[in-house]
């Protein structure tokens, strides 16, 4: 498992995608996840289909990107961006894997990659910015492929009514002049009031049912990291991998959830 470089500011999470995963099937019996499925059917759909799509990167599969994994770095956000409650909200994204193979396809030779994430409120002005290395490994990987999330800290919080927009660029050779390799993709959130009776009704409920609340009132950065635990929770539940699909076919992001089951992700301390 991949650590990225701490941050004073934010914190980030890796959880692989793979085949297997390293969670035993819990004894105990779970609620039926199909009323998940249908929840997220028809959720998070955009107000109109005239949106710029910029949640994935470039076609280019050359420079440090494995063309064993046809994915793209994605933004996981429906088309339009996403709302929340949060100050400090968590964004995701998918990684595709990458490799240290050079284009004569040397091993170990190819240049340092690195991965810069921004921040930019309504006007466009920058409120942060950072930069990530990313580890090579003797098996000529780069990193570790799957979804990823990043937790804003303080005193980073968002205003109430205010919509900002959130930028991730990965830099296949971060200390050459040929960027043409480079994956961009960007996100849009806005932090809305709470609730109080949503509020109230998601601190009495169960982890899935404070799932389905989030989704019926909209705000897909609140529903999302809770969607995230209940899968690490339960990764051999079919039905909940059938919604963790339907929700991501809704939001037209089917490739990155095809065949993929969570494993154990870690969180950097401060």
């Known amino acids: 498992m991949a650590w990225f470089t701490r941050s004073p500011h934010f914190t980030i999470l890796t959880l692989a995608l793979t085949l297997g995963s390293v969670f035993p099937v819990s004894a105990q019996p779970q609620p039926n996840s199909s009323s998940l499925s249908r929840v997220f059917e028809n959720a998070f759909q955009p107000p109109n289909r005239g949106i710029p799509d910029n949640r994935q990167g470039g076609a280019s599969r050359g420079g440090c ?3 064993r994994d046809q994915r793209k770095v994605t933004a996981l956000v429906p ?12 964004v995701f994204w998918y990684m595709p894997r990458m490799s240290d193979i050079d284009d004569d396809g040397n091993p170990g030779q190819a240049p340092a990659p690195e991965m810069e994430f921004t921040l930019r409120d309504a006007n466009d002005q920058k409120i942060y910015s950072a930069k990530y290395p990313l580890t090579k490994y003797t098996d000529s990987s780069v990193g570790t492929p799957g979804i990823m999330s990043l937790t804003l800290a303080s005193p980073y919080a968002l205003k109430v009514g ?9 830099t296949c050779n971060a200390t050459g002049p040929d960027q043409s390799d480079n994956q961009s993709v960007e996100g849009v959130l806005k932090r809305v009031a709470e609730d109080p009776n949503l509020e109230l009704r998601t601190q009495k409920a169960s982890l899935e049912e404070r799932i389905m609340l989030y989704t019926k009132a909209n705000l897909w950065y609140d529903m999302l990291p809770n969607l995230v635990a209940l899968r690490r929770d339960r990764p051999n539940d079919p039905t909940l991998t059938d919604a963790w699909n339907k929700l991501f076919t809704a939001v037209e992001l089917e490739d990155v959830s095809i065949q993929s089951k969570l494993q154990d992700g870690r969180t950097t301390n401060n």
């Not at 088309?79 to 968590?90: F, I, M, N, S």
């Not at 919509?163 to 660029?169: A, C, H, S």
């Open 65 to 67: 990107f494995s063309k």
């Open 79 to 90: 088309l339009g961006g996403g709302e929340t409650t949060a100050e400090y909200p968590t």
């Open 162 to 170: 205010q919509v900002y927009k959130w930028q991730l660029q990965v």
